[in-house]
């Protein structure tokens, strides 16, 4: 049972880290070569759209890795699953201090109600979205080490 556990916490962080690494280096990248209002937009609608699910899927996740943890608690690899889970903890508490806040207020941004300082504010969530990125990557790449 401890193996299937460990199997499907680090399948649904891997993809969690997938969507997020996209949001980054595929979908941002889209969105500032777009003309006009167009990247704006998009970037609303991606805001709505994964800001609906993507609480559940960090929250979740982190929940995993601690099921995970205490689970596997005399197992080999433990420590590699509790720094993992540090981590998952610090990518949440980004993302409601740091990350949230802006989102919020760019899913309701239109071209006629966004602020004359959207791009600076977008380009403010992206800095932290890479550092987000990161911390996600080194937990995903601590839960795979912790398989072996």
Not at 9 to 35: C, D, K, Q, R, W
Not at 94 to 119: C, G
Not at 124 to 148: D, K, N, P, S, T
Request: aromatic share 10%; proline share 4%; net charge positive.
């Amino acid at each position: 049972m401890l193996n299937a556990l460990e199997v499907v916490t680090t399948v649904i962080v891997g993809v969690m880290v997938g969507v997020e690494f996209s949001v980054a280096f595929v979908m941002n990248p889209i969105f500032n070569a777009l003309p006009e209002d167009s990247g704006q937009l998009g970037r609303a609608h991606g805001g709505r759209m994964l800001g609906a699910v993507m609480p559940f899927w960090y929250i979740g996740s982190l929940v995993l890795v601690g099921i995970w943890a205490a689970a596997g608690w005399h197992h080999q690899g433990t420590g590699l699953v509790v720094t993992a889970g540090a981590l998952l903890a610090l990518s949440v508490v980004m993302s409601i201090l740091l990350l949230v806040p802006i989102n919020n207020r760019n899913k309701t941004w239109t071209p006629e109600n966004r602020p004359a300082d959207w791009k600076q504010q977008m380009g403010r969530w992206e800095r932290w979205h890479y550092v987000r990125v990161a911390v996600i990557i080194a937990a995903f790449a601590l839960l795979v080490a912790a398989l072996a």
